[in-house]
């Protein structure tokens, strides 16, 4: 991965640092795979309903994931535990481990906005800021404090995000004047102008018409060269298109198989993600 901000670190609230401690082999058995997140016996809760049952997942560093399964079955809810997101839902309860770098997310001294800069998140409605492309963009930087080179920053991701292009002339124009599909790639350009490390996307494509979706899954494959992605999709061809892992999420909140794509679409251990794949239900 190509970032400035030192991998493999997460500041907590007490400035501690935590440094990677997994790595698995490949299929192949030839290379380790370094692992970003480790979700460990994750259970979620709202209220007295469970969401999420004693999930076990490791997703590699550097790969597109996709979270895929029926309505409901519990994908968002899993990506919003990754970034805490779940602590805003009052009635949220999570119980287990959520590893990033090694690190449990849910330990005491992890401060939530700190976690929040090293793994940004891309809703499924675009949702710029009232403001120019230019401070959309530099928004986290600011709150960060980080003013210096700020045009060069934000150029930078904009460029990231294929945008660039499009809006160089415009960058004083208002953020909600852009299309539907150049308001997404605004605000994937906003989720990684501070440098995270993992970029979390829910179903990113889905308000968007075919051409704009087009151009986010070519998007999505490029920054998983700098970024460890995961995606939720409803869409299963888009997660074959796009992903390197799948996971199969069931009614019930069960994780039923995580493998590589190729493999959960061509021949799936499960009866059950057959059954799904092949359109038998969900
Ligand atoms: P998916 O993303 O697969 O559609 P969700 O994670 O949104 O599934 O939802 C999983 C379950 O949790 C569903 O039964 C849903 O109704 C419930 N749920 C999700 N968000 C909330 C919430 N904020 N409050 C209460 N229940 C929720």
Redesign the pocket.
């Known amino acids: 991965m190509g970032l400035d901000a030192p991998t493999g670190s997460l500041q907590t609230t007490d400035e501690t640092v935590a440094e990677p401690e997994s790595t698995t082999e490949t299929r192949a058995g030839t290379e380790p795979e370094s692992i970003a997140l480790e979700a460990r016996d994750l259970d979620v809760y709202?209220?007295d309903?469970q969401?999420l049952q004693s999930i076990d997942m490791e997703i590699p560093e550097g790969e597109v994931t996709a979270l895929i399964?029926?309505?409901?079955?519990?994908?968002?809810?899993?990506l919003r535990c990754i970034n805490r997101m779940n602590d805003l839902?009052d009635?949220?309860r999570v119980d287990g481990d959520l590893h990033f770098n090694g690190k449990n997310v849910y330990d005491d001294d992890v401060d939530p906005v700190a976690l929040r800069r090293k793994i940004g998140m891309v809703f499924q409605k675009p949702n710029p800021f009232p403001k120019s492309i230019r401070d959309n963009v530099a928004f986290g930087l600011r709150v960060q404090g980080r003013d210096e080179n700020v045009d060069a920053k934000v150029e930078q991701a904009l460029e990231r995000a294929a945008l660039l292009e499009e809006v160089e002339d415009q960058l004083d124009s208002s953020g909600l004047d852009l299309s539907g599909g150049q308001q997404q790639r605004l605000c994937i350009a906003r989720a990684i102008a501070p440098d995270p490390e993992v970029l979390l996307m829910d179903e990113p494509a889905s308000a968007l018409d075919p051409i704009a979706t087009a151009k986010i899954e070519e998007l999505i494959e490029e920054l998983s060269e700098e970024y460890t992605v995961v995606v939720?999709t409803h869409n299963m061809q888009q997660a074959a298109r796009i992903s390197d892992k799948t996971a199969v999420?069931l009614t019930g909140?069960e994780l039923v198989e995580f493998d590589d794509t190729e493999k959960i679409f061509e021949n799936p251990e499960h009866d059950r993600v057959e059954d799904y794949i092949t359109g038998k239900f969900g």
Not at 69 to 78: A, I, L, R, V
């Open positions: 709202y209220g309903d969401a399964g029926p309505s409901g079955c519990g994908k968002s809810t899993f839902i009635i949220a939720v999420f909140g």
